[in-house]
């Protein structure tokens, strides 16, 4: 997917914009050092975010959001949720794949989830002296370590499960793994702004929606497990055992993610303790979503299949009386006939 330099003059365009109207610039220059944005945005040719260097190229980021800040004097206060939005968004900005120049859909999806987990990885740096307690930021760590090795796991069983009939091989199947691994990164985003917020805002009054039972999961778990599609039967490439192997790996990854967030919110403050439970809700909200839909939502789909499938705006009610994909469809098809 190859987007035309166009985009870079409107990017341009947009920065200045926002420079000189929002976030509070200064109007003050150095008549010794009158940088302009062309000086400190190079034009960027490749997918930076196609590296195995993370840690080099976030640190790199980092230099350069801050120097623009600088730069242009912007009203930027890194103890504030106003200061992290202004920092992702000149991220945004900056890191637009729009921006750069890629090879195939998989590499611009690796640019956007490239730039969330960058985003995330700034946000916790920003967070960890708030929370406090250093057994806490451990354990915070290693529940980060756990999310990785579930989507790892989890890629692994879609390839026994799913890909037995070729049908998710190549890029195809890449964007498909790069769409759950960012519904992810956007809610570990979403949870570390909620915890930054209740930490520093002290009007924070928020409460954990709903409870979802861990049960519920257990049952789409095994639904979908059981209910394979008939004609990986019939297929040679098929092994029932790595499918069932690769989902036992998956399926205690994410019990013991769960209990690793249980164990984080025993002993997290109070302040932090509800905006951390929220994001446990989301997880699970999103997890109970992906299993009702079969993981369908992932597949090029018609218009007519996209509206049997629960979307990632669904109320709590829809998620709860959505019986599956499989189910919801042979209705579909059955009005039809009538």
């Known amino acids: 997917m190859v987007k035309p330099l166009k985009y870079l003059s409107f990017f341009l365009i947009s920065l200045i914009l926002l420079c000189t109207v929002g976030c509070g610039r200064k109007h003050k220059h150095d008549n010794n050092e009158d940088r302009t944005l062309d000086s400190i945005i190079d034009i960027?040719?490749?997918?930076?975010?196609?590296?195995?260097?993370k840690d080099s190229l976030f640190n790199a980021i980092e230099i350069e959001v801050g120097s623009i800040i600088k730069t242009f004097a912007l009203d930027y206060n890194p103890r504030t949720i106003n200061g992290y939005l202004l920092w992702d968004s000149l991220t945004n900005k900056i890191y637009s794949p729009e921006n750069f120049i890629h090879s195939s859909d998989g590499?611009?999806?690796?640019?956007e989830n490239g730039i969330l987990e960058y985003l995330n990885w700034h946000l916790w740096r920003i967070l960890v002296p708030f929370i406090g307690e250093?057994?806490?930021?451990?354990?915070?760590?290693?529940?980060?370590?756990?999310?990785?090795?579930?989507?790892?796991?989890?890629?692994?069983?879609?390839r026994n499960h799913f890909d037995a009939t070729q049908q998710w091989i190549g890029?195809?199947?890449?964007?498909?793994y790069y769409s759950i691994e960012n519904e992810m990164l956007k809610i570990?985003?979403?949870?570390?702004?909620?915890?930054?917020?209740?930490?520093?805002?002290?009007?924070y009054n928020k409460s954990v929606p709903h409870k979802i039972p861990l049960a519920l999961l257990k049952r789409e778990y095994n639904n979908i497990q059981t209910n394979r599609i008939p004609y990986f039967?019939?297929?040679?490439?098929?092994s029932e055992a790595k499918d069932r192997e690769?989902?036992?790996?998956?399926?205690?990854?994410?019990?013991?993610?769960?209990?690793?967030?249980?164990?984080?919110?025993?002993?997290?403050?109070?302040?932090?303790?509800?905006?951390?439970?929220?994001?446990?809700?989301?997880?699970?909200?999103?997890?109970?979503?992906q299993l009702k839909n079969e993981f369908e939502s992932y597949e090029p789909m018609s218009s007519?299949?996209?509206?049997?499938?629960l979307s990632d705006s669904c109320t709590y009610e829809e998620l709860l009386a959505y019986p599956n994909f499989t189910t919801k469809w042979n209705e579909h098809l059955k009005e039809f006939e009538r």
């Not at 250093?134 to 879609?158: C, H, P």
């Open 44 to 53: 960027k040719r490749s997918n930076p975010f196609n590296t195995n260097n």
């Open 246 to 289: 690769s989902f036992k790996i998956e399926i205690d990854i994410w019990k013991r993610l769960l209990h690793q967030r249980q164990n984080i919110s025993n002993i997290i403050r109070k302040d932090a303790k509800t905006a951390f439970d929220i994001g446990t809700y989301r997880l699970m909200f999103n997890r109970l979503r």
């Open 134 to 158: 250093q057994r806490v930021v451990n354990l915070m760590n290693e529940e980060k370590g756990i999310t990785d090795s579930l989507l790892t796991a989890q890629y692994e069983w879609f």
């Open 304 to 309: 007519e299949m996209r509206s049997i499938v």
């Open 233 to 238: 039967e019939n297929d040679s490439i098929y």
């Open 171 to 176: 890029t195809a199947y890449n964007l498909k």
């Open 107 to 111: 590499d611009w999806a690796l640019h």
């Open 188 to 203: 570990q985003n979403q949870n570390m702004r909620e915890i930054f917020e209740a930490i520093m805002d002290s009007t």
